[in-house]
């Protein structure tokens, strides 16, 4: 049976001792992978590395929100990624490389209002900057007919609102997954019903306040969800150290178990989704 870890980055820097072997482990045990993009050069790893193999590895292109560079808070670089922000979003260059076969995926694209300015005046011109990034990248999207993989931290009402005002008659339909899914069930229900699928990872193991992952795993249809590790980050509780593919056993093990159904089962119907969505096969 193959799994399809459809969010991880084989492509960063935190790979560069051992990629051939991380990916040599993943395919062992059935798991593909979609690596994904965050700014212009790992987009373009991705894409490279995706070429480089037959089968199992695939790529998505785009600019994540905190590696736009808009002067009104400090970028802090990730050691673990090849990290450039860029000043603006060169959309001839990124839809260049997009046109790639094995791209499957604009992304990973949306809003983060974590790290913001203080100010009222900084804020609202920080979000403004954030949402221009997000609609040229749905534009985008929409111009390749592809799916979109959404980062969205902190902003579920304002990635809703831009969501619902897409035209329902559009041709192609914008259509995607909401990455690493931390808002509310309210939340989950609203992009359900636009027809977006949920994103789980390993940051399923963690308590945060006011989150409740067991209820959003429970509830949301099992055809409606993708697995994911987000590697190297969000390591599952039951291991230690930089995260990757493999560990996506432990996201499928709980859902399964909140669920109260087999990891066969989720392992399955999670790859019929990735396919369905990414048409990875």
Known sequence: MIIVDTHAHLQFRAYDKDRNEVIK??????????NVGTNYETSKAAVELARKCKEGIFASVGLHPINLDTGLVKIRVDPNED???EKYFDYEKYRELAKNPKVVAIGEVGLDYYWKPKTKGRLEEFKKMQKELLALQLKLAKELDLPVIFHCRVAHSDLLEILN????SQTPKLRGVIHSFTGSWDDAQRFLALGFYLGFNGIIFKKIEGLDFEINIKNTPLNRMLIETDCP????????GRNEPIFIKHIIQKIADTKGVSCEEVGEITAKNAHKLFGVQ
């Open 233 to 240: 980050y969000l390591t599952p509780s039951k291991e230690s």
């Open 165 to 168: 005002s897409n035209p329902k």
């Open 83 to 85: 990290s450039h922000p």
């Open 25 to 34: 482990r993943c395919l062992d045990k059935g798991v593909w992978t979609i």
